[in-house]
């Protein structure tokens, strides 16, 4: 069924707009009517098209990220408390769609229950709107309807992604401070060499003094920034589209990734990130009865990393050959060896799910520490930069001020 986006007016006057799904426009007009809104405008949405085939998709891709993810797992949650309750799914979808405050959100649920009353299951249904559930959600929603515990692998799910949303907020908190530090400094050091600099070059120059080496590399370098600044505003863009060009290639992505793990201070909080979202990831698959091969597959696409992936990938071959999981991952030089040693006792014990919940859980918690670290490295060497920067543009300044007044003075 169609979904239209609506604005009209109420009895009292006020303006009023959302969202509708209906046969037609006019249904839809009918409907609204109904309700006692007067239609201004309507226009129907795009239909939404499932994507199978990535090859298929353009190259540049700038469309924004959906608006409302971060209410997803809010809504997962919801759902399964209405599931465990005995709602029938339709209904309670239903039950989400009117209590949705983001309209893109809204539509996706409509379309979501539309496709479920036409016969297909929730997972294949959910599996339309790429942008809002992954892999990862749709292929546990199918081990879940498989199994009959849907309202279970829903409340799972929804521990997971708040779970993962938490770490990321905690990151991004935790570097949020540095990055604007750095980002202000930035900005104070451009304004400097492209404005201030400049002006009292000029007056330095009228002197015809000599000018100190400092003095000489502080003009250059402003002189540079004030001739080629949009030359290296396309280089930069030109940069960031090659790098989205080529982050299409696996093997750029391999080399991007395995330059990231080796990074001085950067490297070994990507590389617990990273381990942190495979034990996850994997553990709440197996949880939710996705089988260990497919949640492999599922999960090498979440862990953010193609160094990581490919490690999985060769699990994953391995296992198909006949080993175990800990073996590859402890040769892979990439896991953590007691990563490798708790996945073994797992395997042994039968509690594979458990262990990987203990290694999530402890890279969790050195994830936190690790980026505390970083954050109190970064601060210190960030303003000591700073004030170097400063520092080097206010004493080539005053250098050949203060010569020039040594000068008057003898003159006087």
């Known amino acids: 069924m169609p979904i239209f986006d609506y604005k009209g007016l109420t009895p009292r006057g006020e303006s009023k707009s959302g969202i509708i799904d209906a046969d037609s426009a006019r249904e839809a007009r009918l409907k609204l009517r109904s309700q006692n809104v007067l239609v201004v405008d309507i226009r129907q949405r795009e239909t939404v098209q499932k994507l199978d085939d990535a090859a298929a998709r353009p190259v540049f891709r700038f469309k924004r990220a959906p608006r409302g993810r971060k209410e997803i797992p809010t809504y997962t949650r919801q759902l399964a408390t209405l599931l465990k309750a005995g709602i029938p799914l339709a209904q309670a979808m239903s039950a989400l769609i009117e209590q ?78 540095p990055l604007v530090m750095l980002g202000i400094g930035a900005v104070i050091v451009v304004i400097l060499m492209t404005f201030v600099v400049p002006k009292i070059m000029a007056i330095v120059e009228q002197s015809k003094q000599t000018l100190p080496l400092t003095t000489r590399i502080l003009q250059a370098g402003s002189q540079f920034l004030g001739n080629w600044w949009l030359a290296l505003a396309a280089s930069v863009l030109g940069i960031a589209l090659l790098h989205r060009f080529l982050s299409r290639r696996a093997e750029y992505r391999y080399v991007v990734d395995k330059a990231k793990l080796r990074l001085p201070i950067f490297g070994d909080l990507i590389r617990k990130s990273a381990v942190s979202r495979f034990a996850v990831s994997t553990s709440t698959l197996l949880k939710s009865g996705v089988p260990v091969l497919e949640a492999l597959r599922i999960v090498k696409d979440v862990v953010g990393n193609a160094v990581v992936a490919r490690v999985l990938d060769t699990v994953h071959d391995r296992i198909v050959e006949g080993a175990d ?30 262990m990987l919940d203990r290694v999530a859980s402890s890279y969790d918690e050195e994830v936190s520490v690790t980026t505390e670290k970083v954050t109190s490295l970064l601060e210190p060497l960030i303003i000591v930069v700073m004030a170097v920067a400063v520092g080097f543009i206010v004493i080539s300044i005053m250098q050949p001020i203060l010569k020039i007044s040594d000068v008057s003075r003898i003159r006087r």
């Not at 893109?104 to 709107?129: M, P």
């Not at 800990?326 to 799910?353: C, D, N, R």
């Open 100 to 177: 949705c405050q983001t309209p893109d959100v809204e539509a996706a649920f409509r379309d979501v229950r539309e496709r479920i009353t036409q016969g297909l299951s929730f997972a294949e249904a959910l599996a339309y709107h790429p942008g809002y559930f992954d892999d990862l959600f749709v292929n546990m929603v199918k081990a879940g309807e498989a199994s009959g515990n849907l309202d279970a692998v829903l409340s799972r799910l929804a521990d997971y992604l708040q779970r993962q949303a938490a770490l990321r907020n905690k990151v991004s908190a935790a570097l949020a401070y």
């Open 325 to 354: 999981i800990s073996t590859p991952i402890k040769k892979s030089g990439v896991f953590p060896p007691v990563v490798g040693y708790m996945v073994a006792v797992g395997e042994q014990s039968g509690q594979l799910e458990d």
